[in-house]
């Protein structure tokens, strides 16, 4: 026998919260952070400061983090998992989204001494690949890029293309903006430093296997 689905009218629509993703250009974020303030902030929450970007009526579903995994063996790696390993012991709705960094020889055009570089892969296309595919499957609403990249403005496109209905705020870190990314979106804004000072993790985070501290470095 047929049984007649409940249907959802405008006023249901309305009573609806609006569902927010945050993505979160790690080292967008990072290189903003540190010309700004040098080490000070790194050790952020990113779920208390997602939450602090929303407005009323809005529910933030997931946050997620995209970087690339700095080598273990390196001072700066070990500091770098301390901190992952933290925030997801102390930050539930944050997904972490390695990409990984792909060495490079270059050579001096002045003194022809060969050195190595290293250039992050992945973490951008990643990002971008969450935008559109979210848009596409219609699992939020709203979606905040935290980057002032403009590099991300054809996934914009093509994401709104996808879903005419869908919201894009970008949310510049500090020392970053773009005004071509900001006019392809919805609204767009600076992140204050106030905002980065109250989202901090506590110095301590007790994680699976015992505390994970503030790295003496980030002070």
């Known amino acids: 026998m047929y049984t007649a689905q409940p249907t959802i ?3 249901d629509r309305r009573c ?14 990072y290189h903003g952070l540190k010309a700004e303030s040098g ?5 952020l929450d990113l779920e208390k400061l997602s939450e602090s970007l929303l407005k ?26 301390t901190y992952l390993q933290a925030l997801g012991a102390h930050c539930p709705r944050v997904q972490v989204h390695l990409g990984r960094f792909q060495q490079r020889s270059h050579r001096c055009p002045s003194c022809q001494e060969l050195r190595r570089t290293f ?23 709203t979606v905040i890029l935290l980057t002032g990249d403009s590099d991300f403005i054809p996934a914009i496109k093509s994401a709104k293309r ?16 773009s005004e071509a990314l900001r006019k392809h979106s919805d609204a767009a ?31």
């Open 119 to 141: 250039e992050e892969k992945e973490t951008d296309v990643s990002l971008a690949v969450e935008l559109v595919e979210g848009a596409a499957t219609t699992s939020f609403d």
């Open 162 to 177: 996808l879903n005419s209905e869908l919201r894009v705020i970008s949310v510049f870190p500090p020392r970053r903006s």
């Open 16 to 29: 609806q919260l609006d569902r927010v993703t945050v993505l979160i250009d790690g080292f967008n974020l």
């Open 56 to 81: 009323s009526g809005q529910q933030l579903v997931t946050v997620r983090y995209f970087t690339a995994a700095v080598r273990k063996d390196a001072e700066g790696g070990r500091r770098q998992d």
């Open 189 to 219: 804004f600076v992140l204050g430093m106030g905002r980065i000072r109250t989202a901090q993790l506590p110095h301590m985070v007790s994680g699976p296997v015992g505390p994970l501290i503030r790295p003496a470095h980030w002070s």
């Open 9 to 11: 009218d405008a006023t």
């Open 39 to 43: 080490r000070k902030w790194l050790w």
